[in-house]
């Protein structure tokens, strides 16, 4: 549970707070007969109702529920789940964001409002997560997946998948090799394995190569990063290709044109011939002039520039305010319509406010 959130919302005056908070047991007490000492799967779960305090970022009630689960693969399994306060199921969408790591809530919850089940889920530099992107496994996304399929206020059959930058990295990965998935939605996103080997079943995808060379230095003195990985088309780094042609699922690519995180439309493209060269049908690239690498929500800031996670010293991602700030709206849109219509839910868009 993220002890912050509810200190931070009522500060703001988001939102009124109705918290109930419990214990349960995931399963039947289990005893160890080789161990002297017992032990059981505990899941910890808070449910937190959000309903609107005046003028807020939230249009309708949502019901917010942290969970942190048995044991998956290596790690816990760590995530926050939200979805409308009436009655569901809904379409289920698993969230997942870049390489900053923790678990944030804040797309999710206003997505939540929209119609959705949303999993917010960690990955890594989280409690006991990983805290380097080295060695990722799908296994964990997995587990993340089948416990959204089964969860009472997913609709089902399958769950949609919204990430940006390493998210939607991952996300093309998990549309790639797991089963369940209806829909994907890829926020400039690469289609190579990143900054660490990616397993599945004992497939490996190797990071693809980079350079650092390559990084040039603005004016300003902030690094442009944007040549820095090799081309995932030539030489051993096409090994690194994430094989999105065993996807089953329809595609949607958001791509912000000035991204200067990475070449986002070079990958979407790549990616799109690659599907039709397999016989799949052709995903949905929508490409935004102006705009960088951090696609939010509506009305969020562009961010210019700032710390990188990975290189370890201040980049620029891109983007020109009045341009930028007009595609995280449309973004926005087109991925609520993209969602309700391969996940069935309701036609249409709720438009966003401020």
């Given amino acids: 549970m993220v002890a912050s959130s509810q200190a931070l919302l009522r500060h703001f005056g988001f939102c009124r707070w109705g918290p109930t908070r419990w214990v349960q047991l995931a399963g039947p007490l289990k005893l160890r007969t080789d161990n002297p000492v017992s032990w059981t799967t505990v899941r910890l779960v808070a449910t937190v109702t959000l309903e609107p305090a005046g003028r807020c970022r939230w249009d309708e009630p949502a019901k917010m529920a942290f969970a942190t689960t048995k044991k998956s693969f290596k790690y816990r399994l760590v995530l926050c789940f939200l979805s409308f306060q009436e009655p569901g199921p809904f379409p289920g969408i698993v969230d997942i964001l870049g390489a900053g790591g923790g678990l944030l809530e804040y797309r999710a919850s206003l997505l939540a409002g ?167 049908a052709k995903p949905q690239v929508i490409c935004y002039p102006g705009t960088g690498h951090y696609i939010e929500p509506p009305y969020f800031p562009l961010c210019p520039a700032s710390l990188h996670s990975i290189v370890r010293t201040p980049v620029i991602w891109g983007g020109e305010p009045r341009a930028h700030a007009r595609a995280q709206v449309d973004a926005w849109q087109q991925l609520q319509t993209f969602f309700h219509k391969h996940l069935g839910g309701e036609k249409g868009t709720i438009p966003a406010k401020l």
Wanted: proline letters at 5%; hydrophobic letters at 40%.
């Fill in 114 to 280: 929209k119609g959705f089940a949303v999993m917010a889920l960690a990955y890594y530099n989280y409690e006991d997560l990983p805290k380097s992107l080295e060695n990722l496994h799908l296994e964990y996304f997995e587990e993340a997946v089948n416990y959204l399929l089964n969860h009472p206020q997913v609709k089902g059959p399958g769950v949609g998948l919204l990430g940006i930058s390493k998210g939607g990295e991952l996300c093309l990965s998990m549309a790639s090799f797991l089963k369940g998935i209806t829909a994907a939605v890829i926020i400039n996103g690469s289609v190579v394995s990143v900054c660490g080997t990616l397993q599945y079943k004992g497939e490996i995808l190797p990071p693809v190569g980079f350079n650092q060379n390559r990084i040039k230095m603005t004016k300003d003195g902030f690094g442009d990063i944007v040549e820095v990985l090799n081309s995932p088309l030539e030489g051993p780094d096409q090994k690194s290709f994430i094989p999105v042609e065993r996807a089953e699922c329809p595609f949607l690519f958001l791509v912000g044109q000035d991204d200067h995180n990475w070449k986002s439309e070079f990958y979407a493209n790549e990616a799109s011939k690659r599907l039709q060269a397999h016989g799949k």
